[in-house]
């Protein structure tokens, strides 16, 4: 499969940042960039669904550790990301929230309730391999 | 005596004002100068057009913090306000009462982004009463809140300042994450009309203001929306209420159709 053509064109501009899409052993891997502003947050939630609605995929890796700031909508996207992947049957793991993101998190009673976190992406991606 | 031709920039300006400019501009862009000693004067209710050797005395400290804020390095600050004090002693004779209202044209938000107390003398920092909550600078930062991008653009600013005044990194997040959610507050909720000014507070208090400000439809049912039972679609019950448990002050001012303004701090 020509994935890094196909992640290539996925690697659109929108509002100036890209979130790269990517395969790995049959994980789709979404890698979520530093200032990640709304229009990208949707825009990578339309591009993971309708990646994953292919049906190759058996599993959603979301990496978060280039994430900066989580406020109240972006915790709450990144949640219906993962919810929704699993609707569709794809096992997902957001790996790599920074502990200072984390730490505002909690501080303001947001949570990412039902959703699998590990620490880093070698820990996403082994979670799939051990299964 | 050396002649030469005032810029369009120097021109209507005192020979005091110029000399200031001078000074702070060795440590300091001009951009960042003209910033610095506009704030400073409309602080202290006077104006480049107007400003005398005297009026030093008043301006002093004013000028004190905004060094403090926008020079690199205590020697810097030490050495622009020592060369200010010079220039104080250099001439008691003339004296002439400050300007009132500001004649110094400056880029502005909205007229009513200032503070009030902008035509009076501040007072000296150690006046200051304790646990009195709208210390601040003049503001130097303020965002104007118009499209879904600028969220981006007032985390930035606000990660900037926080950086600028030593901030640890948990630090800068919080306050980050506080003016991402008060801003965007603004776009969802406000028709995107309104701007968010951040300062620096005054010493001895180390920390930010924020001030998010627009003109929407108001907060109707603001006790819910604090009492945890109302949530909105986007989810405004969980960020005004996350706003205010990351913030050391919070205060938050709104009325049918009047707009609201969040005045919140974080202090490290």
Redesign the interface.
């Known amino acids: 499969m020509p994935d890094s053509a196909r992640s290539r064109s996925l690697l659109e501009k929108h ?2 940042q890209a979130s790269p899409l990517v395969t790995i052993d049959g994980v789709l891997l979404a890698t979520i960039q530093e ?5 990208g947050v949707r825009r990578l939630r339309t591009d993971v669904g309708a990646r994953l609605a292919v049906g190759a995929h058996r599993g959603l890796v979301v990496d978060a550790s280039g994430v ?7 915790t ?1 996207s990144l949640r219906d990301l993962a919810v929704g992947a699993k609707l569709m049957g794809v096992r997902t793991i957001v790996c790599g929230l ?4 984390v ?2 998190l909690v ?4 949570d990412l309730v039902g959703v699998e976190t590990v620490t880093t992406l070698d820990r996403a991606l082994a979670a799939f391999r051990e299964v | 005596m050396r002649s030469r031709a005032l810029s369009s920039q120097e021109a209507g300006t005192t020979e005091t004002y110029r000399q200031l400019q001078a000074i702070i501009g060795r440590h300091l862009s001009a951009l960042t100068v003209g910033s610095l000693l506009g704030q400073a004067l409309d602080r202290a209710g006077l104006s480049a057009s107007a400003l005398q050797r005297a009026d030093l005395v008043t301006l002093l400290p004013l000028l004190e913090r905004g060094a403090r804020l926008f020079m690199r390095s205590q020697a810097d600050v030490d050495e622009a306000l020592q060369a200010v004090r010079r220039l104080m002693s250099t001439d008691r004779g003339r004296s002439s009462p400050p300007a009132r209202g500001s004649a110094f044209p400056r880029a502005r938000a909205s007229s009513s982004e200032r503070a009030p107390a902008a035509s009076s003398v501040r007072p000296a920092p150690d006046a200051v009463a304790k646990g009195e909550p709208r210390l601040e600078l003049s503001p130097p930062v303020v965002v104007l809140i118009r499209a ?2 600028d ?2 653009k007032a ?2 600013e606000a ?1 900037r300042l926080a950086e600028s005044l030593g901030a640890s ?2 630090v ?3 306050l ?2 506080m003016v ?2 008060l801003a ?1 507050n603004i ?1 969802l909720y406000a028709g995107a009309k309104g701007t968010l000014a951040l300062a620096a507070l005054a010493p001895p208090a180390v920390g930010v203001s924020i001030t998010a400000r627009d003109q929407g439809a108001g907060i109707l049912n603001l006790a819910e929306v604090f009492s945890g039972t109302y949530r909105s679609r ?3 019950g ?2 005004l ?3 205010r ?2 913030a050391s002050y919070f205060e938050i001012d709104t009325a049918p159709g009047k707009g609201t303004t969040v005045r919140a701090q974080l202090r490290m």
């Open positions: 509002g100036g200032s990640l502003s709304d229009a900066d700031t989580m406020d109240s909508f972006i709450r920074r502990p200072d993101v730490d505002a501080e303001m009673g947001l | 879904e991008e969220i981006v985390r930035v990660r990194s948990t800068q997040t919080h980050a994450t991402s959610e965007r776009v986007q989810g405004m969980l960020g209420r996350g706003v448990k990351l």
